[in-house]
């Protein structure tokens, strides 16, 4: 028995690195996903990869308009989700940087997506599934939401922090309804998001010098716990960090 049956997922950010590994593990494991994310072709792309199981939906979470209504059409389909995986986000290399430097603007739209767009999604994920009986929400959480990790990731790391906070709060304030939330904390990981560092060697020998596994997280590393707190033997588990991230955050 695959161990996703009979569930359907929302994964946003799944056009691209560790969205799209988690999303085509969770068709892999028997669930129908929803591939959720702002870019329509990415989107589209990654359905047609993953086949019938899947669908796309075009999604800005940063847009309350968009994801509510993302929700209502899902519902109205039969397609409400028992799994969210609110994983989109932004990391804006080159603009971000220590407070006294960072621009308001830089600021507000890191915090616009990776934090209020994370919002939306919990908040209309929670509707839905207190509509439906309940369910498993997952966020991306990230190493610098628990470390500093580079002095100038002021508003990523921030975010991160934020994310982390926003799980255990709605984890308390829904258990007793069905709702499970969690989040995952990977390692870097070589995606597009952090091509700036990848294709800097010294950057990139620093970064994985700090992973006492010795090498990059690539997405596939994720999609294992991802797919355990999906699941049905992730029941007791809620408003915990698991972190698979080579023991980043041990150090
Ligand atoms: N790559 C890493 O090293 C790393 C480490 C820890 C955590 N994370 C987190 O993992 C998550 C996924 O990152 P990734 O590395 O796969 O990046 P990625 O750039 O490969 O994928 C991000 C996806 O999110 C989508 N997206 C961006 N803004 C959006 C919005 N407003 N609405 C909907 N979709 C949007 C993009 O179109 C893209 O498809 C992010 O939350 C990131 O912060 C990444």
Redesign the pocket.
């Known amino acids: 028995m695959m161990r996703l049956e009979g569930k359907t997922a929302l994964v946003?950010?799944a056009?691209?690195?560790?969205?799209l590994a988690v999303a085509t593990r969770f068709a892999a494991e028997g669930a129908r996903v929803v591939i959720?994310?702002?870019?329509a072709d990415?989107a589209a792309a990654a359905a047609t990869l993953i086949g019938e199981a899947a669908r796309a939906a075009v999604?800005?979470?940063?847009d309350e308009q968009a994801v509510e209504s993302a929700f209502a059409g899902l519902a109205a389909e039969r397609w409400a989700p028992d799994v969210v995986v609110a994983?989109?986000?932004?990391?804006l290399f080159g603009q971000d940087a220590p407070a006294a430097d960072l621009d308001l603007d830089v600021w507000k739209r890191t915090l616009d997506?990776?934090l209020t767009?994370t919002f939306l999604t919990v908040k209309h994920a929670v509707r839905s599934m207190l509509a439906t009986g309940g369910g498993s929400i997952i966020l991306?959480?990230?190493?610098t939401g628990i470390n500093g990790e580079g002095r100038d990731f002021t508003a990523y790391s921030t975010t991160?922090a934020g994310i982390h906070g926003l799980a255990r709060t709605a984890a308390a304030a829904y258990a007793d309804r069905g709702i499970r939330v969690n989040t995952v904390?990977?390692?870097?990981?070589e995606?597009?998001?952090?091509s700036t560092i990848t294709s800097d060697p010294e950057s990139r020998a620093a970064i994985i010098g700090r992973i006492p596994l010795g090498r990059a997280?690539a997405?596939r590393d994720v999609e294992g716990i991802m797919v355990f707190l999906a699941s049905d033997d992730a029941e007791f588990a809620t408003g915990s960090l698991f972190a698979v991230d080579g023991g980043m955050t041990a150090l």
């Open positions: 946003t950010g056009g691209s690195g560790i969205g959720a994310d702002r870019d990415a999604m800005d979470i940063s994983n989109a986000g932004v990391q997506i990776n767009g991306t959480g990230s190493p991160k904390v990977p390692a870097y990981t995606t597009t998001l952090v997280g997405p």
